[in-house]
């Protein structure tokens, strides 16, 4: 069984810079994509960033771009989302997740393991 554990959220000011991990343990983690989603207070979860299982390839939502990186360690079975130049829209609960499809999905439905989520809070 596929466990996720996301690790590194805090507080930050606007325009600073945070990383957030997700270990993954149980199966074979080069064979899964990962996702990062968010969810902010009263808003739906919505996707953030996604990795092939090489790492080579990358997607992010626009709003994002330029200033997240998705990566990921396939030795230390964990993936990363480096944030930078943060904005205090960004606040939310982010989430990783593992999809076992072949493709970068933005869509949660087609993820199949979820994390517990770590809280990011960016004060203005």
């Known amino acids: 069984q596929v466990q996720l554990a996301e690790s590194g959220g805090g507080l930050v000011q606007a325009g600073g810079s945070l990383r957030v991990s997700c270990a993954f343990s149980g199966r074979t983690f080069s064979s899964y994509y990962m996702g990062w989603f968010r969810q902010a207070p009263g808003k739906e979860r919505e996707f953030v960033a996604a990795v092939s299982g090489s790492g080579g390839n990358t997607l992010y939502t626009d709003s994002v771009k330029g200033r997240f990186t998705i990566s990921r360690d396939n030795a230390k079975n964990t993936v990363y989302l480096q944030m930078n130049s943060l904005k205090p829209e960004d606040t939310a609960v982010y989430y990783c997740?593992?999809?076992?499809?072949?493709?970068?999905?933005?869509?949660?439905?087609?993820?199949?393991?979820w994390g517990q989520g770590t809280q990011v809070t960016v004060s203005s």
């Open positions: 997740a593992a999809s076992i499809y072949i493709g970068l999905r933005r869509r949660a439905n087609e993820y199949n393991y």
